[in-house]
């Protein structure tokens, strides 16, 4: 079965500094997707980025950029100059390519101290 | 504004209650996901639908049920309900099923459901 680990349940960072929030991940599949969504104190949940396996190149948005290392199966998240608005928990997620599922991480907190 | 929407925002009942929350999604999406949050915590996939069919089933309880419409817009039936059932449910859309290309799925604003 999939799982997705966040092994940092809580973060903190200074504003306008860089943070990397982990997640590792357990599949036998060699085709997937892996997402991070955002969840600010609103509760709204926003896809911040994702990342497709067969693919090399790390993806970036904007402040926020993925380091992708599929062999050790690790998605780990970087925020560069973070932001107040930064706040907010952060979920990680897989996407099954013969599953039906999402496979959600527990989460991480991060609070942007001004 | 992710384009998926959920009646009612927030529902407060008594247990042994039953009760219905709506989502409709994204124009074009077929499948809808159901989720529940509880307080502080993660959140748990209860089931899926595509295009009118059940596709997955997570962690959902015997006395939750839903269906998803020839419209597309689906409905989360919770009976029976106890004071542990009180939570945030969310609804997600995405255009195609797991596995498909760029499958994100879009949130809704989530209901607030509080049991007393």
């Known amino acids: 079965a999939q799982t997705v680990t966040q092994s940092q349940p809580e973060m903190s960072v200074q504003e306008a500094e860089t943070v990397t929030l982990s997640c590792t991940y357990d599949?036998?599949?060699?085709?997937?997707?892996l997402f991070w969504y955002k969840q600010p104190p609103s509760r709204q949940m926003i896809l911040v980025i994702r990342?497709?396996?067969?693919?090399?190149q790390n993806a970036t948005e904007n402040r926020f950029s993925v380091n992708f290392q599929k062999a050790a199966k690790s998605f780990s998240l970087k925020i560069s100059d973070s932001q107040l608005g930064d706040t907010a928990m952060y979920f990680c997620?897989?996407?099954?390519?013969?599953?039906?599922?999402?496979?959600f991480g527990t989460g991480t907190s991060l609070t942007v101290i001004p | 504004d992710s384009g998926v929407t959920q009646t009612p925002k927030h529902l407060i009942t008594a247990t042994g209650q039953r009760v219905t929350l709506r989502c409709s999604p994204r124009?074009?999406?077929?499948?809808v996901y159901w989720y529940q949050q509880s307080l502080d915590q993660g959140l748990q996939f209860l089931i899926q639908?595509?295009?009118?069919?059940?596709?997955a089933k997570g962690n959902i309880l015997e006395r939750f049920s839903a269906q998803q419409f020839p419209d597309l817009h689906s409905e989360l039936n919770l009976s029976s309900l106890e004071l542990g059932d009180s939570a945030l449910y969310f609804c997600?859309?995405?255009?195609?099923?797991?596995?498909?290309?760029?499958?994100?799925?879009?949130f809704g604003p989530g209901t607030r459901l509080t049991v007393l």
């Open positions: 997600a859309s995405s255009v195609g099923t797991s596995g498909s290309p760029f499958n994100e799925q879009f």
């Open positions: 599949t036998s599949e060699n085709n997937y997707y």
């Open positions: 990342q497709e396996a067969y693919k090399q």
């Open positions: 997620a897989f996407d099954s390519n013969t599953g039906n599922q999402f496979y």
């Open positions: 124009s074009g999406d077929l499948s």
């Open positions: 639908y595509y295009n009118g069919e059940e596709r």
